[in-house]
């Protein structure tokens, strides 16, 4: 490992899921083994195979003032909110605003406002719409708030990949203040998706499971029974910044943001590539970037979404990768798959689960897939052992993106 | 019957209120869009559509431009 490369720390966490508004209801729910899942009551719901989903426990509209909801896509909405949270749990540092850069994205964008300023467009004519449509449906709209919100002016981006952009952009940020471009960065990723378009596209990939019996049962990654994953919706951010700036100010440091590794499959739109080659060097990529050995990792918050095909395959790409008998789980089975949203969320939970040496049991988890020769944690939260560990959380998305994130212990 | 100055008031500071969150009492005749309630060109187009709305007088692009004060759009409206 360089000695002399700038290390990047986690200071602040902002979550709003299925199962909380916050990062400490969501944490909670999580080691409780609570489910985030929950019927649709929606009159659309007649016409989608899937009718139930991870609706974010508290409306947005709850927090946010009228004003500034309504001018902000639900997935910039959770954004922003989870991006305030983290600022003041990182205690709102004092930063140049040139030293502070944002990089949050989506899997989707405002498809929200895209379909419903398309059925004021048609119904009563451009004249209708509101003035903020475009901001509202573009996918950069949520990194562009908030850096207005924040006055960053370091830079702001928003990765585009799929299920893997929360991640993507959590990898983009070490990098930024690797490469000496800002000194905090805010990132992470949102989605707001769940809208019946949603719903019947992904239907028509058969990629969700309709065990609509059973909702709250329906998200089990690893299990034999699985039959695909479950929609949800939130947003997960970090603020990240340089062990330096932290240390200068004082800052709680949660853990090191020490490594990514991001490859491509270059194999299919939306399968993943059979052998798992693919995520299992994302993650000896970002271990070899985070300096550390594949046996010191003991903790993987897998990607997992309770699809047939995936769950076994990273169960493998794992084995193959970390021989140090990592503890997995993947909390999909609770918060549903929040797409983009997913590795912010995720991240948040991998850091926590380093910082508290705690990891949420996987639930649902009733009867394991054959051959899958790692430790998934089920039943009952399992301990990290005390001294100097590393965690990674996997993402992978459409397009064959695979992004792994090495966090270590403070 | 045609809307009041105090009647085309009143429904302006609760739109510029519902649309920017300023509060209503502060929507008076002399104040600058603008300048003094730091509404922006987006906003003032999401005003002026619930403008018409509310009052039936539709203003077109090309005079909203010079509608700066809240007094101007009164005016406007009215005649």
């Known amino acids: 490992m360089s000695t002399n490369r700038v290390r990047v720390v986690v200071t602040g966490l902002g979550t709003t899921t299925p199962l909380g508004g916050d990062v400490a209801s969501t944490w909670a729910a999580l080691l409780d083994g609570r489910s985030g899942i929950r019927t649709l009551t929606e009159d659309w719901v007649d016409t989608v195979p899937a009718k139930f989903a991870g609706i974010a426990a508290v409306d947005p509209g709850e927090v946010l003032p009228r004003p500034e909801a309504r001018r902000l896509d639900r997935y910039e909405q959770f954004a922003l909110i989870a991006a305030r949270q983290a600022w003041q749990d990182a205690g709102a540092p004092e930063v140049e605003p040139t030293r502070l850069g944002v990089v949050v994205g989506s899997g989707i964008g405002g498809i929200n406002t895209i379909l419903q300023a398309y059925d004021t467009y048609r119904d009563k004519g451009w004249n209708r719409l509101s003035p903020y449509t475009v901001p509202m449906l573009m996918p950069n709209g949520a990194a562009g708030w908030i850096s207005i919100d924040l006055g960053a002016q370091a830079g702001t981006h928003a990765a585009v990949s799929a299920c893997a952009t929360g991640a993507e952009s959590i990898g983009q940020a070490i990098e930024m203040i690797r490469s000496g471009r800002a000194d905090v960065v805010v990132a992470g990723g949102s989605e707001a998706a769940i809208h019946p378009l949603n719903m019947a596209s992904f239907a028509a990939m058969r990629a969700m499971s309709t065990r609509n019996d059973e909702p709250h049962r329906a ?3 690893f299990d034999k029974g699985r039959d695909g994953f479950v929609l949800g919706e939130g947003a997960g951010i970090v603020v990240l910044e340089s062990e330096a700036h932290a240390k200068a100010r004082g800052a709680r440091i949660y853990a090191v943001a020490a490594g990514v590794g991001i490859t491509s499959d270059g194999h299919h739109i939306s399968a993943p590539e059979p052998s798992g080659i693919g995520g299992k060097t994302a993650m000896l990529t970002a271990i070899a970037d985070a300096g550390i050995s594949a046996a010191d990792v003991r903790h993987v918050n897998a990607h997992a979404t309770s699809t047939p095909v995936g769950d076994e395959i990273e169960a493998r790409a794992i ?64 301990k990290l052992p005390d001294g100097q560990l590393a965690a990674i959380n996997n993402s992978f998305g459409f397009g064959g993106h695979n992004v792994a994130v090495a966090f270590t212990t403070a | ?45 999401e005003i002026a559509v619930a403008a018409q709305d509310e009052f039936g007088a539709e203003i077109p692009d090309d005079q909203l431009k010079h509608l700066k004060t809240v007094k101007d759009v009164i005016n406007f409206i009215q005649n």
């Open chain 1, 219 to 221: 998200s089990r990654p």
């Open chain 2, 1 to 45: 019957m045609a809307a009041t100055e105090q009647e085309i008031l009143a429904g302006l500071g609760k739109i510029v209120n519902e649309i920017t969150g300023i509060p209503a009492s502060e929507v008076t005749p002399e104040k600058s869009f603008v300048d003094d309630l730091d509404i922006d060109s987006l906003s003032m187009v």
């Open chain 1, 319 to 382: 084995r193959e990768a970390l021989p140090g008998s990592p503890l997995v789980t993947s909390t999909k089975s609770m918060t549903g798959h929040l797409l983009g949203g997913a590795g912010g969320i995720e991240s948040v939970f991998t850091i926590l689960a380093l910082s508290e040496r705690i990891v949420p049991a996987t639930a649902n988890l009733d009867d394991p897939a054959d051959g899958l020769d790692v430790d998934i944690v089920r039943g009952e939260p399992r």
